[in-house]
């Protein structure tokens, strides 16, 4: 038995399962869990990986880690989505986090995940006992979080599912202009951004539109087990964050697996035409 995540022109992703573990149906999307033969558990929203659990930490790591190793003193970061907890998880590898806030809009991802998955289930028991000493939970919407928190937060890292549906509005013009007022004076946002081939259409447009709202923005991407790779991932920085420095002596303590601090320049490697688009702004 196969499951096959179709992407556009016929594309697909696919793993062997031995059999889906559960599936639900919440307001916003439908979730499920299979269990496949090589990679561990896989998280499905709506036809789409969202991981793999022997996988994932190729998708989580260049997420956070740049980003937080860019910012000189990461003390409060937000997270919106990502209620399987995996991007918390790294977050809270960071020392310099002082206060971590998980905002996700769908209680039956946590759930799920919590049941499930091994990626954080004893972080998620921790955040639904309110237990956790740094992070704390928010069920609800990323948009109406950050409109209540202006600048508050050294840090924000959005871990969507693809801008189709729920999550179409994270990637609005309007969600970023929410997300840098946000930001405290200096700060840096992350977000993940589609597949580099499948989805460049979906990319060039988030790129513009955040290049509308922050004060400098790059495109990196990194091959991600279990999705249409290289996958891209945006950055748009308020104030003095350079994306391109990153503090190797903080990165060395956190025996990372996949994202490679030392090779931090490699991660803006991106296909020529790609580039010469993203430069062009079309
Ligand atoms: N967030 C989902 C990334 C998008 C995947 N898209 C796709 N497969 N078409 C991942 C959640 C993990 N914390």
Do not use: C
């Not at 069920?139 to 599912?161: C, H, K, P």
């Not at 539109?209 to 950055?235: C, N």
């Not at 090779?263 to 296909?271: E, G, M, Y």
């Amino acid at each position: 038995m196969a499951f096959i995540e179709w992407y556009p022109r016929g594309y697909g992703v696919g793993f062997e399962v031995r059999a889906k573990l559960v599936e639900k149906t919440s307001p916003y999307q439908k979730i499920e869990v299979y269990e496949t033969t090589g990679f561990g558990r896989m998280l499905v929203i709506d036809g789409t990986v969202q991981l793999v659990e022997e996988g994932e930490r190729s998708y989580h790591e260049p997420l956070v880690h740049p980003a937080l190793l860019a910012h000189a003193d990461p003390s409060d970061v937000l997270v919106i989505g990502g209620g399987d907890g995996g991007t918390l998880r790294e977050v809270l590898r960071h020392p310099e986090v002082s206060r971590a806030v998980m905002v996700e809009l769908d209680p039956e991802v946590l759930s799920v995940s919590k049941a499930y998955l091994r990626v954080a289930p004893e972080l998620l028991q921790r955040l639904f006992a309110d237990s956790e000493p740094r992070a704390s939970l928010r069920v609800e919407s990323g948009a109406d979080y950050l409109e209540r928190n202006e600048g508050a937060f050294d840090a924000i890292i959005v871990d969507s599912t693809d801008p189709v549906g729920p999550a179409e509005a994270l990637f609005s013009r309007d969600f970023y202009q929410k997300a840098y007022a946000a930001l405290k004076r200096d700060g840096i946002f992350v977000t993940q951004a589609g597949s580099v081939y499948l989805f460049t259409d979906e990319l060039l447009g988030a790129h513009r539109r955040m290049r509308e709202v922050f004060d400098r923005v790059w495109a990196y991407s990194f091959p991600v087990i279990g999705y249409a790779s290289p996958w891209a991932f945006l950055v748009g920085v308020k104030g003095e964050v350079d994306f391109e420095r990153v503090d190797l002596g903080r990165a060395a303590s956190l025996d990372l697996e996949y994202y490679d601090p030392e090779r931090h320049q490699t991660l803006f490697q991106l296909p020529r035409f790609v580039r010469l688009r993203l430069n062009a702004g079309s």
